[in-house]
């Protein structure tokens, strides 16, 4: 349910950016005359499933695995970002929701395979990956609403863009050290 959950909110959201009245890197999505109210919709659906997702932290403690900071730390996060981000109705929504709809999308496969125990097709290190990728692309697009006058002069939207900035950094540092304990040692201690 939550593959197709994401997938479906990263499609529609790429819908509402491609049919923004005013261009993506613009102020007013949410209001947009064309597709503001999908748009905000999307976004509210999205933030109220960062909840749905403490379900992985439940699963891991219930299946008696360990739950490291990262998990902690990511999904306590996610819903407080994606709160403000709602809350304030800030128009960088569109790259958590596309962005993160995509990766949720392999992810929630790659936990459905595993509980059906069907071989998941991609080596389990693209997950983690992913999510870097997102980080940082994330990151990358959502600089140019600093320089937007709209945008940084509304004490609201800096502070979500400072908000968000800092939690994205957090969680690229987390997954990188995460990925490098995980995946990189394992690989050195097979060639040793």
Not at 18 to 24: D, I, P, Q, S, T
Not at 25 to 49: C, M, N, P, Q, R
Not at 58 to 70: G, M, Q, S
Not at 77 to 98: H, K, R
């Amino acid at each position: 349910i939550m593959t197709l959950f994401s997938f479906l909110c990263a499609v529609t959201m790429i819908h509402c950016l491609m049919n923004l009245k005013k261009g993506v890197f613009s102020a007013g999505h949410f209001e947009d005359e064309l597709v503001g109210e999908t748009y905000s919709k999307i976004v509210y659906l999205f933030y109220v499933s960062k909840y749905v997702e403490f379900l992985d932290t439940y699963f891991l403690i219930l299946c008696n695995r360990p739950v490291i900071w990262l998990q902690y730390l990511h999904h306590i996060g996610a819903p407080l970002d994606m709160g403000i981000i709602y809350y304030f109705n800030i128009e960088g929504a569109w790259i958590f929701v596309a962005f993160n709809g995509i990766i949720h999308t392999f992810m929630y496969y790659y936990y459905a395979c595993s509980i059906m125990k069907w071989k998941f097709p991609l080596p389990k290190q693209f997950i983690t990956l992913l999510q870097m990728t997102q980080f940082i692309s994330g990151l990358g697009v959502l600089a140019p609403y600093y320089f937007m006058d709209d945008y940084w002069k509304n004490d609201e939207k800096r502070f979500v863009f400072l908000f968000t900035y800092g939690y994205v950094l957090m969680n690229l540092f987390m997954f990188l050290n995460f990925y490098a304990r995980t995946y990189t040692k394992k690989q050195t201690r097979k060639t040793d």
